[in-house]
């Protein structure tokens, strides 16, 4: 049925033909909306992949060439924004140029629609590139929610201690590098001083039968001769126990005098020294170990704390940069909308 009508000022028509519908139909256009959604991600895909491979140009392994880390982190930033928002209005402006031409309605309702489609638009794109990329998302605020629980968990006694249980079961295994790794420092305390003098006491002779005469003579004894594979599992022995000692020592935040005083005797046993001087080598090394571990806490915390504050920043400006995009994808709908009614 074709009704004939006159243009109003108040109305977004023109005099013309319409057909009548019924009043229960949706005022969204859905084809236009996801034809703008589409065209959006399209677009912000080719347009990341050209960020991407510019940024690459930019940065270097080499601390003489390339940007810098800021330059490169604002240059991301100004590059993810301006994708938005140039994806973001081709979105809405297909999303408003693409709709039903609403007629018999008025004008303030025609921009409100209009600015509808532009921001369902936006959605939809938006929605949708979260879900392509969920596990990079995912990752991001992960590795915020574990900075920031790291950060709160240094500040407690008991974090702490944690935290200092498995950098010392980190430390007892020969996976890191340099003097850092708890059997090299277990290696140190066990070696000999080389100055420790050999034992020059005289040999007790033996008396054996004379062969020619019956009559006892006197040979010295033979050295007793020194078994390797005794000495290196003693060794492996000493250090094991040492090694249990120390780990559970920097577990309790304290090595008692008992302990000392048994490590040294392990320690005078296999070098050599006396007690004294040993038990001032595990004391040494126990304060060496301490202070490693301080160390290595901090330069965690650190980088806990930095890992947070970057993915705070970062968690802003996409913030900021799709909140860009909605508002670019709703005034380009308006403005489609526009060229849409004037046609």
């Known amino acids: 049925m074709e009704t004939q009508f006159a243009q109003r000022p108040d ?11 019924p009043e229960n139909n949706s005022a969204v256009a859905w084809c236009a ?3 703008g959604a589409v065209a959006s991600a399209a677009l ?30 604002v240059s991301s930033i100004v590059g993810i924004t301006l994708i938005s928002v140039a994806a973001s209005a081709l979105g809405g402006y297909l999303a408003g140029r693409l709709r039903t031409r609403w007629l018999n309605t008025h004008n303030d309702e025609v921009y409100f629609r209009d600015t509808a489609h532009g921001f369902l638009s936006w959605a939809v794109a938006t929605l949708g590139t979260a879900a392509l990329l969920t596990s990079v998302i995912s990752g991001i605020m992960g590795s915020g929610v574990k900075a920031g629980a790291a950060v709160a968990g240094g500040a407690a006694t008991a974090a702490t201690s944690a935290i200092a249980s498995g950098t010392a079961a980190a430390l007892a295994s020969d996976n890191s590098e340099g003097d850092t790794t708890l059997p090299y420092l277990l290696d ?39 078994n390797e594979n005794t000495t290196a599992a003693e060794n492996d022995a000493a250090k094991g126990e040492l090694m249990r000692i120390f780990v559970h020592a920097v577990a309790t935040d304290s090595l008692p005098q008992n302990d000392v005083e048994y490590a040294g005797q392990l320690v005078a046993q296999v070098t050599g020294t006396d007690q004294q001087t040993a038990e001032k ?6 304060n060496t170990l301490r202070e490693k571990l301080d160390e290595a806490e901090t330069a965690a915390l650190a980088a806990a704390d930095k890992a947070r504050e970057v993915t705070a920043y970062t968690s802003l400006w996409l913030f900021i940069s799709l909140l860009s995009g909605a508002f670019i994808a709703s005034l380009m709908a308006i403005y489609g909308g526009r060229q849409r009614d004037l046609n």
């Not at 109305?11 to 057909?19: A, F, H, L, T, V």
């Not at 912000?44 to 392994?61: D, E, K």
């Not at 007790?204 to 006892?216: E, I, L, Y």
Request: no cysteine; net charge negative.
């Open 44 to 73: 912000s895909l080719i347009l990341l992949l050209l960020g991407t491979g510019f940024g690459l140009t930019l940065v270097s392994p080499w601390s003489s060439e390339g940007i810098s880390s800021t330059s490169f982190g």
């Open 281 to 286: 080598r595990v004391a040494d090394s126990f």
């Open 33 to 35: 909306v996801f034809a």
């Open 188 to 226: 140190t305390l066990l070696r000999k001083d080389p100055n420790t003098a050999a034992d020059t006491s005289p040999q007790q002779p033996v008396t054996s039968p004379d062969p020619v005469d019956g009559a006892p003579a006197t040979e010295p004894a033979p050295a007793p001769q020194a």
């Open 11 to 21: 109305n977004n028509y023109r005099e013309g033909i319409i057909s009548t519908q």
